[in-house]
């Protein structure tokens, strides 16, 4: 079966997953036993690198939860908010007082952690000390034990303390586990979904090839243009820089979208909003109308073009009034949708015979007709079918709530069919249907049939599309 691009399809038995932990010297633990099984379902390169990557993911990850106001302290969001201020504004104090501070204050925190660690393995040795020689006052004052008593008593202490050594392991600092990886990853790309999407609505409006998109981004530009090179005279650019990193800092917390959501219900800023919109569309408008090649040089009065303005203004701010109340009304979505595009690919191989020209018999010792890009023998393009849907849920209690995630992969072509790829077809290395040209061993390969040659091999390509729905349900618990 063809595979992704970079992706590979073997499996990793037990025992080779935990030989990586023993030559890696990076333990890999899980949070529950019952996972152990996800071994099985990871390459042992990413296992690798999952390993590896681990503690990196993790501070990613609590940088992201600070970022989007996630954590149980906010107070830690509003103090990246006023590092991100203070760096734009003393920045040059930053750089060369902050950075060495910042290296003195880990030297120090290092210095002070063996010495406190130090001290208090000192305190509870002497503490144990005491302690045992308090127990063996005691057992030589005592009348009613003979000395096999003591030896027995002794011996029974010194096995107690010897199996409190032994069942005692201190676990190492930084160390995270594959479940708590995975976790992270999770979050970081749902982060980058969450970005990608933004990024995806502003892009939409700022397409060139549409004239309504350009009559708005106009209209837009009518008002906030000149506002923004007075901000910018009057302010400077690192107050702009810190200003607007702070409205983006500050834009998911949860008080900011309550705020956001009761301007958006205000019936008096929406007409406000409208009214603006619509006198800047047809300011744009009316001004492209009347000074176009054809009218320019018809006449035309002041108050005509007057006129003109007030009568689209109307027209666009019953359109400006719609769409806000449409969009206001619209109901947010409970559950994340993330969509990725694989592109599978397929080599068809063939071999010339004489007599019976191009074919697909082989030799036995030789590829198949049909392989992958690693060689491993494949069906043919026409066999190729997709996954079928799955559907996972799971449930997790966080403060007296049940939640309960549902997960629906789809996969679906994004291809109509399977294409020929035409990559260095203009370089000479491929003919003009495809066809990768080589000699007896399949080397030296060109794309001009020749004497020599006697394979040849083409890419067939065809993208598909997975589509992940994740649905949060979220209940009460109810009291027995």
């Given at each position: 079966?063809a595979k992704p ?8 038995p037990p025992?080779?997953?935990f030989?990586?932990s023993?030559?890696d ?11 152990i099984q996800t071994?099985?379902q990871?390459?042992i390169?990413l ?19 600070i970022?989007m ?16 201020i ?5 920045t ?7 950075l060495?501070?910042?290296l ?6 290092d210095?002070?952690?063996v010495?406190?660690?130090k001290?208090?393995?000192e305190?509870m040795e002497?503490?144990?000390q ?8 005691r057992?030589?004052?005592?009348r009613?034990?003979d ?5 027995v008593?002794r011996?029974?202490?010194?096995k107690?303390e ?6 005692r392991?201190?676990?190492p ?13 999770a979050?970081v790309?749902g982060f ?5 999407l933004?990024l995806?609505r502003?892009?939409?409006?700022l397409d060139?090839?549409?004239?309504d998109?350009?009559i708005s ?11 923004w ?8 650019a690192?107050?702009?820089l ?11 917390s949860?008080?900011?979208c309550i705020?956001?959501?009761?301007l958006?219900k ?12 619509a006198?800047?569309v047809?300011?744009?408008t009316?001004?492209f ?7 320019f040089?018809?006449?035309?009065g ?6 003109a ?6 027209t666009e701010?019953?359109?400006?009034l ?11 979505s ?6 990725m ?5 397929v080599?068809e191989?063939q ?5 019976v020209n191009?074919t697909?018999?082989m030799?036995?010792?030789e ?5 992958d ?20 849920t799971s449930?997790s209690?966080v403060n007296d709530?049940?939640i309960?995630?549902?997960t ?5 072509w994004?291809d ?6 035409m ?14 040209y080589g000699?007896n061993?399949?080397?030296?390969m ?9 394979t040849?091999r ?12 994740e649905?949060?349900q979220i209940?009460?618990?109810?009291d027995?």
């Amino acid at each position: 079966m063809a595979k992704p691009i970079n992706e590979r399809s073997n499996t990793i038995p037990p025992s080779e997953a935990f030989k990586l932990s023993t030559t890696d010297q990076r333990p890999i633990s899980f949070s529950s036993p019952n996972t152990i099984q996800t071994l099985d379902q990871i390459p042992i390169p990413l296992l690798k690198l999952l390993v590896v990557l681990g503690p990196t993911l993790r501070y990613i990850s609590q940088l992201i939860e600070i970022l989007m106001w996630r954590t149980n302290q906010p107070r830690q969001s509003v103090l990246v908010v006023l590092l991100w201020i203070m760096a734009c504004l003393w920045t040059w104090q930053l750089l060369a007082f902050g950075l060495p501070l910042i290296l003195l204050y880990k030297l120090g925190k290092d210095w002070l952690s063996v010495k406190t660690s130090k001290a208090r393995r000192e305190s509870m040795e002497r503490t144990r000390q005491e302690q045992r020689r308090l127990r063996e006052e005691r057992l030589k004052r005592d009348r009613y034990h003979d000395e096999e008593d003591d030896e027995v008593s002794r011996l029974q202490q010194q096995k107690e303390e010897d199996d409190e050594l032994i069942s005692r392991k201190i676990r190492p600092e930084g160390q995270v586990s594959l479940d708590d990886t995975l976790q992270d990853l999770a979050t970081v790309n749902g982060f980058i979904d969450h970005v990608v999407l933004n990024l995806k609505r502003v892009w939409i409006h700022l397409d060139g090839s549409r004239k309504d998109t350009i009559i708005s981004v106009l209209s837009i530009l009518v008002y906030t243009w000149p506002a923004w090179i007075l901000l910018n005279w009057m302010l400077g650019a690192h107050m702009i820089l810190a200003i607007t990193g702070a409205i983006l800092l500050i834009s998911p917390s949860p008080w900011f979208c309550i705020i956001t959501m009761a301007l958006r219900k205000n019936l008096i800023l929406k007409h406000i909003i409208s009214a603006i919109w619509a006198y800047g569309v047809a300011f744009i408008t009316t001004t492209f109308s009347y000074f176009s090649a054809e009218k320019f040089q018809k006449s035309f009065g002041i108050r005509q073009w007057i006129s003109a303005v007030m009568s689209r203004a109307k027209t666009e701010k019953g359109k400006a009034l719609e769409m806000l109340k449409t969009s206001t009304n619209e109901t947010e979505s409970t559950g994340n949708r993330s969509e990725m595009i694989f592109q599978f690919e397929v080599f068809e191989n063939q071999r010339w015979w004489l007599g019976v020209n191009w074919t697909t018999n082989m030799m036995p010792s030789e590829r198949c007709p049909w392989t992958d890009n690693q060689l491993k023998p494949i069906q043919s393009k026409e066999y190729f079918r997709l996954p079928e849907p799955t559907v996972k849920t799971s449930t997790s209690t966080v403060n007296d709530e049940i939640i309960k995630r549902t997960t629906n992969k789809t996969w679906s072509w994004a291809d109509g069919d399977w294409w020929v790829d035409m990559t260095g077809e203009l370089q000479g290395k491929i003919d003009h249907n495809g066809w990768e040209y080589g000699n007896n061993a399949w080397k030296q390969m060109s794309g001009l049939p020749g004497i020599q040659t006697f394979t040849r091999r083409r890419r067939w390509c065809r993208r598909a599309r997975l589509v992940e729905r994740e649905i949060e349900q979220i209940e009460k618990k109810k009291d027995v």
